[in-house]
Nanobody
Framework: QVQLVESGGGLVQAGGSLRLSCAAT????????MGWFRQAPGKEREFVSA????????SYADSVKGRFTISRDNAKNTVYLQMNSLKPEDTAVYYC???????????????WGQGTQVTVSS
């Protein structure tokens, strides 16, 4: 089983940027498509973005298209989420996910990290 540890969350003003990181250990990183989900207080966990095992394929929720960029460094076993033009509605706990392919990760995630809090003030 892969283990995932997120970092990079914090408090930022609206319009600002953050970069989240998710480090994977325990299993070969290139065997997993990776993704990001988020959960705001009182809401269900929702898909944000995913990336294929090679890094060539990506997918995004409509709410973050054009503002967020997912990437991965297979040499560092790490996936990133660059978040620009942040809005208060982006406030949530962000979770990293690992799964067998991008379709599965996009649909339902997979193995989960513990999450990192992102708070965007207005």
């Amino acid at each position: 089983q892969v283990q995932l540890v997120e970092s990079g969350g914090g408090l930022v003003q609206a319009g600002g940027s953050l970069r989240l990181s998710c480090a994977a250990t325990g299993r070969p990183f290139t065997g997993y498509a990776m993704g990001w989900f988020r959960q705001a207080p009182g809401k269900e966990r929702e898909f944000v973005s995913a990336i294929s095992r090679s890094g060539i394929g990506t997918s995004y929720a409509d709410s973050v298209k054009g503002r967020f960029t997912i990437s991965r460094d297979n040499a560092k076993n790490t996936v990133y989420l660059q978040m620009n033009s942040l809005k208060p509605e982006d406030t949530a706990v962000y979770y990293c996910a690992a799964g067998p392919n991008i379709a599965v990760v996009t649909a339902k995630g997979g193995a989960w990290g513990q999450g990192t809090q992102v708070t965007v003030s207005s």
